[in-house]
């Protein structure tokens, strides 16, 4: 009897190894069966309880919602596309006295990943607390060994998210945010990573259509909090120090009437986003016009109804800028074209910007109210990335928005129902797998 338990616990130990691999495996199958079927949330507003969007009260509301804090006195510069705020961004870097600190879901090795590590280390020689947050996955191309003379110089550089097993449950949390913060003082945000093809036209691969955003005033506090959250998550160290939280004042000669906030988002188990709400209460507040660009355009049921509900209900013009055959993913423009048949039928009108790729991610509302960041319009934006937007209540800047918009539209094509209707049996079918993962997009 003895003589035989050794091989007998040698049995059972086997078998319990086996049956805990097969359960992990099961576990993790089920995980990625809800990820990709799980409903989304259903998004609902009081409609008894409508506040003027243009009211303090809307604002003391949304600043609540949002759980974010508004700031008068800014000031918000465009810069539409790469030449132009690639320049303004590596100009503040090379002006830092103590401290930069960028997060970004892409940071490709090329021209403009080169001229960004170089301008980063040269300010890490001269003293300057260099600190990076970059996405694991958005950046897989960019190793370690690419940022070897900036670690050298004193530079950090940390990895949010990396391949590890036990990251696992957060494999498909990504930061897609886009920002970087010189001195507390002077903060980017937008959408642009960083990687040539926001900048080099090629005959084939156009440079892409994208806008970014340079920010004083008492809100650059709210972009470094953003910053310390993710980069505790990345490095274990909580951003503390009056360097980088220094006090800040309105900007001089900046309009005290005009106010922004920062909403991060970051998904919850609960599947609401703070971003998510921000998009919601704006669409349900609009009274004249809502105008989106964006490059992935899958409203889920909530904002679909919610735009409908403006048009029908409110006479609400509402206008979209998204993606031609332009994209850097086909299955997703698939799935958004889908999606376009009920918004044209009630009338809203919709463009396929034709040049190049368009990347950027502007809502203007009533023609007062701007949202600018790295949220897309899509399930994967409002319901997995950890995202960053400015909204702001300021005509100028919405004004400076609808510029651009409205020259997007010169160099759109507005797709008619009638077109959306004849549409391909093979494009129809794709469209048909992109609705399987919608939920991923």
Same mark, same amino acid.
């Given at each position: 009897m003895f003589n035989s338990m050794p091989s007998f616990f040698?049995?059972?130990?086997?078998?319990?190894?086996?049956?805990?691999?097969?359960? %992990?495996?099961?576990?993790?199958?089920?995980?990625?069966?809800?990820?990709?079927?799980e409903p989304g949330l259903d998004y609902k507003i009081d409609t008894h309880s409508e506040v003027p969007l243009d009211s303090e009260d809307f604002q003391r509301m949304l600043e609540a919602l949002t759980d974010a804090q508004i700031h008068c006195g800014n000031r918000i510069e465009v810069l539409t596309n790469g030449e132009v705020?690639?320049?303004?961004?590596?100009?503040?870097?090379?002006?830092?006295? #103590?401290?930069? /600190?960028?997060?970004?879901?892409?940071?490709?090795?090329?021209?403009?990943?080169?001229?960004?590590?170089? %301008?980063?280390?040269e300010r890490a020689q001269a003293g300057v607390e260099v600190r990076l947050v970059l996405d694991a996955l958005g950046s897989f191309t960019s190793w370690e060994s690419y940022f070897e003379r900036l670690r050298a110089a004193g530079g950090q550089v940390a990895w949010y998210h990396p391949f590890r097993w036990y990251n696992l449950p957060r494999i498909n949390n990504r930061t897609h945010r886009e920002l970087i913060i010189i001195d507390?003082?002077?903060?980017?945000?937008?959408?642009?990573?960083? %990687?040539? #093809?926001?900048?080099? /036209?090629?005959?084939? /691969?156009?440079?892409?259509?994208d806008t970014m955003f340079r920010v004083e005033g008492e809100t650059v506090a709210s972009l470094q909090s953003t910053f310390a959250e993710n980069w505790l998550e990345?490095?274990?160290?909580?951003?503390?120090?009056?360097?980088?939280?220094?006090?800040?004042?309105?900007?001089?000669?900046?309009?005290?009437?005009?106010?922004?906030?920062?909403? /991060?988002?970051? &998904?919850?188990?609960?599947?609401?986003?703070?971003?998510?709400?921000?998009?919601?209460?704006?669409? %349900?507040?609009?009274?004249?016009?809502?105008?989106?660009?964006?490059?992935?355009?899958? &409203?889920d049921k909530s904002a679909r109804a919610e735009l409908l509900r403006a048009i029908r209900e409110r006479g609400v013009d509402v206008q979209i800028v998204a993606p031609n055959k332009h994209t850097? #993913?086909?299955?997703v423009r698939?799935?958004?074209?889908?999606?376009?048949?009920?918004?044209?039928?009630?009338?809203?009108?919709?463009?396929?910007?034709?040049?190049?790729?368009? #990347?950027?991610?502007?809502?203007?509302i009533d023609d007062v109210w701007a949202v600018v960041g790295s949220t897309n319009f899509d399930n994967r934006s409002f319901g997995l990335n950890d995202e960053v937007n400015l909204a702001a209540f300021d005509p100028k800047l919405a004004a400076r928005l609808r510029e651009d918009f409205e020259r997007d539209l010169g160099n759109?094509?507005?797709?008619?129902?009638?077109?959306?209707r004849k549409r391909p049996v093979f494009e129809r079918g794709y469209e048909q797998v992109g609705r399987l993962l919608e939920r991923q997009q």
């Amino acid at each position: 009897m003895f003589n035989s338990m050794p091989s007998f616990f040698a049995f059972t130990t086997s078998t319990w190894f086996l049956v805990v691999a097969i359960i %992990a495996i099961i576990g993790q199958s089920l995980l990625l069966v809800l990820a990709l079927f799980e409903p989304g949330l259903d998004y609902k507003i009081d409609t008894h309880s409508e506040v003027p969007l243009d009211s303090e009260d809307f604002q003391r509301m949304l600043e609540a919602l949002t759980d974010a804090q508004i700031h008068c006195g800014n000031r918000i510069e465009v810069l539409t596309n790469g030449e132009v705020y690639y320049e303004a961004e590596l100009e503040a870097i090379r002006a830092a006295e #103590h401290s930069i /600190n960028l997060e970004a879901y892409i940071f490709k090795k090329g021209e403009v990943g080169k001229r960004f590590v170089e %301008a980063l280390t040269e300010r890490a020689q001269a003293g300057v607390e260099v600190r990076l947050v970059l996405d694991a996955l958005g950046s897989f191309t960019s190793w370690e060994s690419y940022f070897e003379r900036l670690r050298a110089a004193g530079g950090q550089v940390a990895w949010y998210h990396p391949f590890r097993w036990y990251n696992l449950p957060r494999i498909n949390n990504r930061t897609h945010r886009e920002l970087i913060i010189i001195d507390g003082r002077v903060g980017f945000i937008g959408g642009s990573g960083f %990687a040539d #093809h926001w900048l080099l /036209n090629e005959k084939k /691969n156009p440079r892409w259509r994208d806008t970014m955003f340079r920010v004083e005033g008492e809100t650059v506090a709210s972009l470094q909090s953003t910053f310390a959250e993710n980069w505790l998550e990345s490095s274990g160290e909580i951003l503390a120090g009056g360097e980088f939280f220094p006090k800040l004042k309105p900007v001089e000669g900046a309009d005290m009437e005009e106010a922004a906030m920062v909403v /991060n988002s970051s &998904p919850s188990a609960g599947r609401s986003t703070r971003a998510r709400i921000l998009y919601q209460m704006l669409l %349900a507040s609009a009274s004249r016009s809502i105008l989106i660009t964006t490059p992935y355009f899958i &409203p889920d049921k909530s904002a679909r109804a919610e735009l409908l509900r403006a048009i029908r209900e409110r006479g609400v013009d509402v206008q979209i800028v998204a993606p031609n055959k332009h994209t850097d #993913h086909a299955l997703v423009r698939g799935t958004s074209r889908r999606l376009y048949g009920e918004l044209l039928k009630a009338g809203a009108r919709i463009y396929e910007y034709q040049p190049s790729m368009i #990347h950027a991610k502007t809502l203007i509302i009533d023609d007062v109210w701007a949202v600018v960041g790295s949220t897309n319009f899509d399930n994967r934006s409002f319901g997995l990335n950890d995202e960053v937007n400015l909204a702001a209540f300021d005509p100028k800047l919405a004004a400076r928005l609808r510029e651009d918009f409205e020259r997007d539209l010169g160099n759109s094509r507005e797709v008619s129902l009638e077109e959306w209707r004849k549409r391909p049996v093979f494009e129809r079918g794709y469209e048909q797998v992109g609705r399987l993962l919608e939920r991923q997009q």
